[in-house]
C-alpha cells in the first residue's frame, strides 16, 4: 500500500523548533519529488516546499514565507522526508502535510501549533 | 511568482446543478495545472490533471478545461458527496501556487 505517514507536530513556542518527519512506503522513495502543504486553521492550502529526487540533484525549493527558516532534506535510505522549522512564529500554526504529487498521495497530517 | 486566483470562493448548489469552478493564473502555466478536492478533515484529494485528465477512479462528471492563463473545473450533475472545498494548483514553476479555494455547500 503506498502510504505516507507524518510525525513530529506539537506545540512550541515562537522562536523556537521542530522537526518533522514522513515515513514513506509502498512506492520507490528515492526517485520521487517530495513536498510539504500546510494548511492553517480555516484556511486554504499553501505549498511550503519540495525536495527533488538525487538523480536530479535534490535541491530544494520553498514559498517565501518559510525561506530562510525552514530545510527540506531526506534520507532515502530510511525512505523519510524531513522538514526542520527553525524561528517558529505563530502564522506557522498549521495542519502540515507530507505530499507525493506524481502519484497523488498525501500524509494524514500533522499538527504544528506556535503559541506563547 | 505565479499568483492563481480561483472564484467564486463559496457557492450554494442543489443536487444535480452544474457547477463550474474558474482559476485564472497571473501568468501562462501551459498544462500545468492540477484540480483538489477536499472535504472537512480530510487530506485533499486530486480530481484532474495536465487541465484536463482525469485521475484515476475520479467520476466523469468532473472535467476541466482551459489554457495559458484560464482554467474551468466543471461538476456536470452536483452529487452530494460533492460538497467540499475545491482547489486548482500550479504546478508550472516554483513557488508552486494554490487558488484560495471554492467552498460548494448545499442549497
Known amino acids: 500500500e503506498v502510504q505516507l505517514v507524518e510525525s513530529g507536530g506539537g506545540l512550541v513556542k515562537p522562536g523556537e523548533s521542530l522537526r518533522l518527519a514522513c515515513a514513506a512506503s509502498?512506492?520507490?522513495?528515492?526517485?520521487?519529488?517530495m513536498t510539504w502543504v500546510r494548511q492553517a486553521p480555516g484556511k486554504g492550502l499553501e505549498w511550503v516546499g519540495r525536495?527533488?529526487?538525487?538523480?536530479?540533484?535534490?535541491?530544494?525549493d520553498y514559498a517565501a514565507p518559510v525561506k530562510g527558516r525552514f530545510t527540506i532534506s531526506r534520507d532515502d535510505s530510511k525512505n523519510t522526508l524531513y522538514l526542520q522549522m527553525n524561528s517558529l512564529k505563530t502564522e506557522d500554526t498549521a495542519m502540515y502535510y507530507c505530499?507525493?504529487?506524481?502519484?497523488?498521495?498525501w500524509g494524514k497530517g500533522t499538527t504544528v501549533t506556535v503559541s506563547s | 511568482d505565479i499568483q492563481m486566483t480561483q472564484s467564486p470562493s463559496s457557492l450554494s448548489a442543489s443536487v444535480g446543478d452544474r457547477v463550474t469552478i474558474t482559476c485564472r493564473a497571473s501568468?501562462?502555466?501551459?498544462?500545468?495545472l492540477g484540480w483538489y478536492q477536499q472535504k472537512p478533515g480530510k487530506a485533499p484529494k486530486r480530481l484532474m490533471y495536465?487541465?484536463?485528465k482525469l485521475q484515476s477512479g475520479v467520476p466523469s462528471r468532473f472535467s476541466g478545461s482551459g489554457s495559458g492563463t484560464e482554467f474551468t473545473l466543471t461538476i456536470s450533475s452536483l452529487q452530494p458527496e460533492d460538497f467540499a472545498t475545491y482547489y486548482c494548483?500550479?504546478?508550472?514553476?516554483?513557488?508552486?501556487?494554490f487558488g484560495g479555494g471554492t467552498k460548494v455547500e448545499i442549497k
Open positions: 505530499c507525493y504529487f506524481y502519484m497523488d498521495v
Open positions: 509502498g512506492f520507490t522513495f528515492s526517485h520521487a519529488y
Open positions: 525536495i527533488k529526487n538525487k538523480a536530479d540533484g535534490g535541491t530544494t
Open positions: 501568468q501562462g502555466i501551459g498544462n500545468d
Open positions: 495536465a487541465v484536463s
Open positions: 494548483l500550479q504546478l508550472n514553476s516554483c513557488p508552486l501556487t
